[in-house]
């Protein structure tokens, strides 16, 4: 789906990302009450191990079903592409590419969700937040800049030669080309719907966590400004932040590029009064350590007069 360089940096943005939108389910899962757990507290322990976790389940079986097989096919049917332009034949790719890709789609994924998690259950959801963001800066600056400052005439670039030529011809024929061409098309149709699972996979969990009990009381906006501050902030923003960049590279270089990205950038992402913050803090995902009793779960205790979950007995 795509090139190997920035295939990993998605996978672990997507995994970080669902468990960020899983937040609520995923404090309220560790809370659920497990019957015989002190009579059989092996099988309460396995109960609630990670891989128990339906969300974290989805997940991987969305990066093994749907992510993985249409990048190994665009590495197969354009390697010189799936590599940006690395190698050119299939004769010249490496078989551990296609182990990297294949195994670490997976595990990114996985590794993405359960450090989001662990974040999303102490109630540090922004950072949590911040490590979608980070993994989709990579990707984005992968595909944007690269590591030789032409990224998007790698993208761009269908075939090898077309990347070696492309500053002879105009930018609107090197578009062109690509748009004509078979690695777009497969992009179209494979990576399309790829694109829109996950989506509607990130809105339906949003939308199920804010159905539980006291999450209208952390969400300060309507649910569909929610959804677009969310989509903003985690997909968006990392774009927009990585144009930024590499425009700051091209003009002054990478240390002095970098350097002046970071001091612009770092105080609206770190700040406690920063925009970002404040609008992360419309969107409604729990604050609260998941053992905090004040912390509304669906499946364990019962709703006091205050609108607070009282602890079970």
Not at 2 to 26: D, E, N, W
């Amino acid at each position: 789906m795509l090139p190997i360089q920035a295939v990993l940096f998605f996978s672990y943005a997507m995994g970080a990302t669902f468990a960020l939108a899983a937040a609520r389910q995923l404090q309220s899962w560790e809370r659920r009450p497990l019957p015989d757990a002190d009579a059989h507290p092996e099988l309460a322990q396995r109960a609630r191990a990670l891989t128990a976790n339906p969300h974290f389940v989805a997940t991987v079986l969305f990066a093994a079903v749907l992510v993985a097989p249409p990048g190994l096919f665009l590495l197969w049917q354009n390697p010189s592409w799936g590599t940006m332009h690395v190698v050119a034949r299939h004769e010249d790719l490496w078989a551990g590419f296609v182990a990297v890709y294949a195994g670490g789609v997976v595990v990114a994924a996985m590794l993405g969700f359960w450090i989001s998690r662990a974040l999303a259950l102490v109630g540090a959801g922004y950072w949590a937040f911040l490590q979608a963001v980070a993994a989709y800066f990579l990707m984005f600056g992968t595909l944007v800049h690269g590591w030789d400052g032409c990224g998007y005439r790698r993208v761009l670039s269908p075939t090898r030669n077309g990347f070696q030529t492309w500053p002879d011809d105009k930018l609107v024929n090197n578009i062109s080309e690509f748009a004509t061409s078979g690695t777009f098309l497969a992009l179209v149709f494979l990576a399309g719907p790829v694109v829109m699972v996950m989506l509607m996979t990130e809105i339906s969990w949003l939308l199920e966590g804010w159905r539980l009990p006291g999450a209208d009381e952390e969400r300060k906006v309507r649910r569909v400004f929610a959804v677009g501050i969310a989509a903003l902030g985690v997909h968006v923003m990392p774009f927009a932040g990585a144009v930024y960049a590499s425009l700051l590279v091209h003009g002054t270089g990478w240390w002095i590029g970098l350097a002046v990205f970071a001091v612009t950038v770092g105080p609206l992402l770190l700040l406690r009064r920063s925009p970002v913050r404040w609008l992360y803090g419309l969107v409604g995902v729990p604050a609260g350590h998941w053992r905090d009793a004040g912390v509304p779960s669906a499946t364990s205790g019962r709703t006091g007069a205050a609108g607070r979950v009282a602890p079970t007995a």
